[in-house]
Nanobody, 124 residues
């Protein structure tokens, strides 16, 4: 399994940014793909997840209404559209994958496959 995240950068507060995660090696129909983030000095935090089959989504309260997760089934890629970025969104963002059934059962707290992180820095 390979998960390749990209799209991070340094932006000003209020602007938008889109992260991408190219995935391979999965039986996609069984999986959920998600985004997590880790801010400096803080624990890893769930951000959003999408079920590959059907596209149902789940968001952390902290990003609801600002972030949108989506997938392109032809490109095997998951996106995280981040609008209205705030300085508190500054973090390393990680793409991850987990079978949908266990992702739900475990409250999106533990994913088995991880990509490398991409740094998002939001300046005030």
């Amino acid at each position: 399994v390979q998960l390749q995240a990209s799209g991070g950068g340094l932006v000003q507060a209020g602007v938008s940014l889109r992260l991408s995660c190219a995935a391979s090696g999965l039986t996609f129909i069984r999986y959920a793909l998600g985004w997590f983030r880790q801010a400096p000095g803080k624990e890893l935090e769930f951000v959003a997840a999408i079920r590959w089959s059907g596209g149902s989504t789940k968001y952390a309260d902290s990003v609801k209404g600002r972030f949108t997760i989506s997938r392109d089934v032809d490109k095997n890629t998951v996106y995280l559209q981040m609008n209205g970025l705030k300085p508190e969104d500054t973090a390393v963002y990680y793409c991850a994958a987990e079978p949908w059934v266990t992702a739900q059962a475990m409250g999106y707290s533990s994913f088995r496959y991880w990509g490398q992180g991409t740094l998002v820095t939001v300046s005030s």
